[in-house]
């Protein structure tokens, strides 16, 4: 009982940071298919199967970055390959598993998608729910040129030094490719710390600091650097969209009713640069 009282004074502080923040939901933003910009979508699909819903509450954009999609089965076609189908777009799909999976990830693009890569992701003992992670890039022929992209899912309840291994693949993917490059998905950082992976201590803004540093070492920003929530709960902010020789000329944050984490969209060009 008394650890449990501890641990609940400790978050105390964590909650009510989270119950004080101003919470946004950004406007509509329309696909830009005209001149050298593009708009970008990421969004945790949260496992969701059914596919009109998806499509229904999704916003327009030329390029989708899906983490969370699900397989049934090996020999079926992914959650993502579905959504593809019905809008008639490119993909690419990777997964950890090679049967049914709920840790799929997913590049769905407008453009023509070249140059595929899958990464692995080293596994860490989270002690329960301790889930396999891979990192999937490919290239894409925009109107910008081509771009190259990395979709990552990052762990939950690890620290900084073990996130930033985790984009280890992803930095690497990007010093191999001269042109702009565009990281996004979900990052899971968490404003805690954590004890054996196990014991949540606020630090509200600790991760994302972390890899927003690690990020800019790298020639990477974010048109995303004001704190808003992307997960419903405790206003947390897990989701980002980095980029390097590209300008977001609008970024917004939109809640959509099937995932509990908001869907990021960016419109980005090459112009200026």
């Given at each position: 009982?008394?650890?449990?009282?501890t641990l609940g004074l400790a978050l105390l502080p964590g909650a009510w940071f989270y119950t004080t923040q101003a919470q946004n939901v950004a406007p509509v933003v329309h696909a830009a298919i005209d001149g050298p910009k593009f708009t970008v979508l990421t969004l945790n699909l949260a496992k969701v199967t059914e596919i009109d819903q998806i499509i229904r509450e999704l916003r327009p954009a030329d390029v989708f970055l899906f983490q969370e999609v699900v397989?049934?089965?090996?020999?079926?076609?992914?959650?993502?390959?579905?959504i593809a189908e019905k809008l008639g777009l490119q993909f690419q799909f990777a997964s950890p598993e090679s049967g049914a999976t709920g840790s799929g990830i997913a590049i769905l693009s407008r453009f023509k998608l070249s140059n595929p890569a899958t990464y692995g992701v080293k596994p860490i003992d989270l002690v329960f729910r301790s889930r396999k992670r891979v990192l999937l890039g490919a290239t894409a022929e925009t109107p910008a040129g081509p771009v190259?992209?990395?979709?990552a899912h990052l762990d939950t309840r690890i620290n900084p030094a073990d996130r930033l291994r985790e984009l280890g693949p992803a930095m690497d993917d990007a010093k191999r490719f001269d042109g702009p490059v565009l990281i996004g998905g979900d990052f899971n950082t968490n404003d805690m710390q954590?004890?054996?992976?196990v014991v949540p201590v606020p630090w509200p803004g600790w991760q994302a600091t972390r890899v927003r540093d690690l990020m800019a070492q790298n020639g990477?920003?974010?048109?995303?650097k004001?704190?808003?929530a992307t997960f419903d709960h405790l206003g947390m902010q897990l989701d980002w969209i980095f980029l390097r020789k590209l300008?977001?000329?609008?970024?917004?944050?939109?809640?959509?009713d099937f995932s509990d984490h908001h869907a990021l969209v960016a419109v980005v060009s090459t112009a200026g640069l």
């Open positions: 009982m008394l650890i449990f009282l397989r049934a089965d090996g020999r079926l076609p992914s959650v993502a390959e579905k190259r992209i990395v979709c954590w004890v054996s992976h990477f920003y974010t048109p995303f004001d704190r808003r300008a977001a000329t609008r970024a917004d944050i939109i809640p959509v």
